[in-house]
């Protein structure tokens, strides 16, 4: 299986953009599919990009995803932050059936 | 509209076994595949396995074949995991969630403590 490796956290103020990055160890990233995930603590994940750059119905549009095949990696970009952002995220994708998460990353809006 | 409601928590010592539930509704129950993914404390999500409600064999992450086992009831629309030979390391929230094009739900976990 590939690894996906995230930053462990970042940080940034309200009303900013912040961009997480998931970068894959080995085969192409724009093979299959990236989702990303928001969890906060107490709730259930959700999702908010799926297939790369696909928002479900009801996440906002500050919620943007895109992959660099350049870099091997995705990445989601959170635009005006809100302090209810504040939460971790995680990019997913599949090897072979398996579902792969990355490490997480916990976003601090500050 | 859609729901997945699991069991309630559950506390283990080690070496036991644990089976959680995850009940679905709102949807037709064998059409979509169900996972299943903990979180352990200061971890971040770890998928376990899927099970096709319609059939077929289940699909244990690696690290987890020997030791987990999941079934489905389609008269109940349930899914099952349980696992065995518990430790410490197994202490973690359990969800069940649902795959489309990605997980679009999610049970509201399950929280397994393996504790002596």
């Known amino acids: 299986n590939f690894v996906l490796t995230q930053p462990h956290s970042v940080s940034e103020s309200p009303g900013k953009t912040v961009t997480i990055s998931c970068s894959r160890s080995?085969?192409?990233?724009?093979?299959?599919?990236v989702q990303w995930y928001q969890h906060r603590p107490g709730s259930s994940p959700t999702t908010v990009i799926y297939?790369?750059?696909?928002?479900p119905s009801g996440v906002p549009d500050r919620f943007s995803g895109s992959i660099d095949t350049s870099s091997n990696s995705a990445s989601l970009t959170i635009s005006r932050l809100k302090t209810e952002d504040e939460a971790d995220y995680y990019c997913?994708?599949?090897?072979?059936?398996?579902?792969?998460f990355g490490g997480g990353t916990r976003l601090t809006v500050l | 509209q859609v729901h997945l409601v699991q069991s309630g928590a559950e506390v283990k010592k080690p070496g036991a076994s644990v089976r959680i539930s995850c009940e679905a509704s709102?949807?037709?129950?064998?059409?979509?595949?169900i996972h299943w993914v903990r979180r352990a404390p200061g971890q971040g999500l770890e998928w376990v396995g899927i099970?096709?409600?319609?059939?077929?064999?289940?699909k244990y992450a690696q690290k987890f074949q020997g030791r987990v086992t999941m079934t489905s009831d389609a008269s109940t629309s349930t899914v099952y995991m349980e696992m065995n030979s518990l430790t410490s390391d197994d202490t973690a929230v359990y969800y069940c969630?649902?795959?489309?094009?990605?997980?679009?739900?999610w049970g509201q976990g399950t929280l397994v403590t393996v504790s002596s």
């Open positions: 969630a649902r795959w489309v094009y990605y997980f679009d739900f």
């Open positions: 709102g949807y037709n129950f064998i059409n979509y595949y």
């Open positions: 099970i096709n409600p319609g059939g077929g064999s289940p």
């Open positions: 080995s085969g192409s990233i724009a093979s299959v599919y």
């Open positions: 297939e790369d750059k696909q928002r």
């Open positions: 997913q994708s599949t090897d072979r059936g398996n579902r792969i």
